[in-house]
T-cell receptor, first 114, second 111 residues
Framework: DTEVTQTPKHLVMGMTNKKSLKCEQH?????MYWYKQKAKKPPELMFV???????INESVPSRFSPECPNSSLLNLHLHALQPEDSALYLCASSQGVGGLDGYTFGSGTRLTVV | DAKTTQPNSMESNEEEPVHLPCNHS???????IHWYRQLPSQGPEYVIHGLTSNVNNRMASLAIAEDRKSSTLILHRATLRDAAVYYCIQRPTGTASKLTFGTGTRLQVTL
């Protein structure tokens, strides 16, 4: 299995809702990442998990809450989002965090906040 | 964050080679050069990476200047499926290194 699987593919949520995005990989990768991508812009890093521990938070608002329950799973919990949070949310993984290997990205969850 | 400079867009004819340039004048000795591409409606896809020597794989070749301040991604025979945004990224090594995307080059491939 050489894929990163993200679910759901599309999500519409209200500003008072709580929802979660899920990311899964079975490549034995020990680093996992969340990125946010607005239309026609490059992906922006949100969080880095290394060996299931949060190692980088790029000053992301607390309405986004990441969780890494085990080495194969990464969740992003969403609460009280704003319409400007509508974007493509990408998950990625890599063997390590040392810059020596490539990332594998999922196809993303397209989130719309209404 | 480390900054790379790429042309906004390039065009190529199908089955011709494509050379995508990237400047990374602030690169340090331990920074790797990574290339990714993003096809429409998909997540980014790893293409190739290198440190000092030129690198080849099944997708592309990476030519790195001797001073490492620039590099060129070479697609040997462009196809319509290679139309994408290509990102050149200067990535530090280390336990908390980040992959930070710049604006990339949008490659159009025509018949």
């Amino acid at each position: 299995d050489t894929e990163v699987t993200q679910t759901p593919k599309h999500l519409v949520m209200g500003m008072t809702n709580k929802k979660s995005l899920k990311c899964e990989q079975h490549m034995g990768h020990r680093a996992m990442y969340w990125y946010k991508q607005k239309a026609k812009k490059p992906p922006e890093l949100m969080f880095v998990y290394s060996y299931e521990k949060l190692s980088i938070n790029e000053s992301v608002p607390s309405r986004f809450s990441p969780e890494c329950p085990n080495s194969s799973l990464l969740n992003l919990h969403l609460h009280a989002l704003q319409p400007e949070d509508s974007a493509l949310y990408l998950c990625a993984s890599s063997q390590g965090v040392g810059g020596l290997d490539g990332y594998t990205f999922g196809s993303g969850t397209r989130l719309t906040v209404v | 964050d480390a900054k790379t400079t790429q042309p906004n867009s390039m065009e190529s004819n199908e089955e011709e080679p494509v050379h995508l340039p990237c400047n990374h004048s602030t690169i340090s000795g331990t920074d790797y050069i990574h290339w990714y591409r993003q096809l429409p409606s998909q997540g980014p896809e790893y293409v190739i990476h290198g440190l000092t020597s030129n690198v080849n794989n099944r997708m592309a070749s990476l030519a790195i200047a001797e001073d490492r301040k620039s590099s060129t991604l070479i697609l040997h025979r462009a196809t319509l499926r290679d139309a994408a945004v290509y990102y050149c990224i200067q990535r530090p090594t280390g336990t908390a290194s980040k992959l930070t995307f710049g604006t990339g080059t949008r490659l159009q491939v025509t018949l």
